[in-house]
T-cell receptor, first 112, second 112 residues
Framework: DGGITQSPKYLFRKEGQNVTLSCEQN?????MYWYRQDPGQGLRLIYY???????QKGDIAEGYSVSREKKESFPLTVTSAQKNPTAFYLC???????????FGQGTRLTVV | KQEVTQIPAALSVPEGENLVLNCSFT??????LQWFRQDPGKGLTSLLL?????REQTSGRLNASLDKSSGRSTLYIAASQPGDSATYLC???????????FGKGTSLLVTP
């Protein structure tokens, strides 16, 4: 089945620890995105990538990093510099930046 | 910056009713508008995509309209069912940007 796979579904981070969220797609899409969702707020863009080996900061990139070494993969690292990382993280992809976007099932990150 | 507003924030209707969800955006320079459904703790499911040159799109019991000049879109759900209970999100892709701008959503409850 074609789609976007995010893992893990739940993730717990200790203070001062870096963690990496996985996002893999087999839709052959060029563009990929990371969004953060907090209760009562709309989705906010963290990073996006239009093609392999290229990515751009979104509205709330501080404390996060990404890489795009392969077309199908766009991992997100939440660093210790992100002071309030507890949230629901959603990965998305599309053929290009102006076509229909499809989302994964999300990763819920909690700081313990 | 593009602002997207969804009204109402929450809606409860009895099964069988037809209903309308509203979305407004501040900048009419958009490439397209997309409606999504989100179930609790899950990712987003794409429902309908309307290109800026289109007036409406239909899928089954769903019909979405777009009036770009007035900055408005509506999602019409016919003959609502309890399975339609979810949060509905509206997102616009601006001409000048590469990612979607989201509203905060309308939480819909359809009671048997």
């Amino acid at each position: 089945d074609g789609g976007i796979t995010q893992s893990p579904k739940y993730l717990f981070r200790k203070e001062g620890q870096n963690v990496t969220l996985s996002c893999e797609q087999n839709l052959n899409h060029d563009a990929m995105y990371w969004y953060r969702q907090d209760p009562g707020q709309g989705l906010r863009l963290i990073y996006y990538s239009q093609i392999v080996n290229d990515f751009q900061k979104g509205d709330i990139a501080e404390g996060y990093s990404v890489s795009r070494e392969k077309k199908e993969s766009f991992p997100l690292t939440v660093t210790s510099a992100q002071k309030n990382p507890t949230a629901f993280y959603l990965c998305a992809s599309s053929w290009t930046s102006d076509t229909e976007a499809f989302f994964g099932q999300g990763t819920r990150l909690t700081v313990v | 910056k593009q602002e997207v507003t969804q009204i109402p924030a929450a809606l409860s209707v009895p099964e069988g009713e037809n209903l309308v969800l509203n979305c407004s955006f501040t900048d009419s320079a958009i490439y397209n508008l997309q409606w999504f459904r989100q179930d609790p703790g899950k990712g987003l499911t794409s429902l309908l995509l309307i290109q800026s040159s289109q007036r409406e799109q239909t899928s089954g019991r769903l019909n979405a309209s777009l009036d770009k000049s007035s900055g408005r879109s509506t999602l019409y759900i016919a003959a609502s069912q309890p399975g339609d209970s979810a949060t509905y999100l509206c997102a616009v892709r601006p001409n000048s940007g590469y990612a979607l701008n989201f509203g905060k959503g309308t939480s819909l409850l359809v009671t048997p």
